[in-house]
């Protein structure tokens, strides 16, 4: 079974739509995270959730919000999409405070036309 | 701020040797992490070094020195399959919580 869900794996909108991406584990980790990865395959946090609590918020954008409807899912919601959000965002979970490395999910490929 | 550099790109021939240098200049440090990228897929864990010195895994070994803020991951017999992009992350603890802060990887391309 898969260890670390995401959906969908590709995601074709148009400028200004809204739309999410869930996340799910199976772990048992305590903590999830997004990571948004460009076309120069630079890898950037965006967000980090223990127990469903918003705990890392890296300067990105309002348009981009979060939710954590319990500490197994994160999912990702974007408002008002614009061309420069293309790109493959991954979902990570870890356990807290170890040295497990992270999990990541097969990523999402966002396509902003 | 937080700095990571790797090489861009590097080609080595199947059944050698290759090192990786990962240099870093981070505050807060809490461990280094190596992973593999091949095209398409998500990054996959190799390796974690907290401590100084030499932590190997079957063909794959990764070294640290927390002074210098230098870590290399070496690769022995070398396989086609190990043509991918290899990311050096540093774990950081911040008042918020610990996150992997990303260097710009490094493709590596192993040839016949």
Redesign the interface.
């Given at each position: 079974d898969t260890a670390v869900s995401q959906t969908p794996k590709y995601l074709v909108t148009q400028m200004g739509n809204d739309k999410s991406i869930k996340c799910e584990q199976n772990l048992g980790h305590d903590?999830m995270?997004w990571y948004k990865q460009d076309s120069?395959?630079?890898?950037?946090?965006m967000f980090?959730y223990?127990n469903k609590e918003l705990?890392?918020n890296e300067t990105v954008p309002n348009r981009f919000s979060p939710k954590s409807p319990d500490k197994a899912h994160l999912n990702l919601h974007i408002n008002s999409l614009e061309l420069g959000d293309s790109a493959v965002y991954?979902c990570a979970s870890?356990p807290?405070?170890t040295?497990?490395?992270?999990?990541?999910?097969?990523?999402t490929r966002l396509t902003v036309v | 701020g937080q700095n990571i550099d790797q090489p861009t790109e590097m080609t080595a021939t199947e059944g050698a040797i290759v090192q990786i240098n990962c240099t870093y200049q981070t505050s807060g440090f809490n461990g280094l992490f190596w992973y593999q990228q091949h095209a398409g897929e998500a990054p996959t864990f190799l390796s974690y070094n907290v401590l100084d010195g030499l932590e190997e895994k079957g063909r794959f070994s990764s070294f640290l020195s927390r002074s210098k803020g230098y870590s290399y991951l070496l690769l022995k017999e070398l396989q086609m399959k190990d043509s991918a992009s290899y990311l050096c992350a540093v774990r950081l603890t911040t008042g918020g919580g610990n996150k992997l802060t990303f260097g710009t990887g490094t493709q590596l391309k192993v040839e016949l």
């Open positions: 903590t995270y120069k395959k630079f890898l950037k946090i980090s223990n705990i890392i991954f870890s807290t405070g040295g497990i490395g992270y999990t990541f999910g097969s990523g | -």
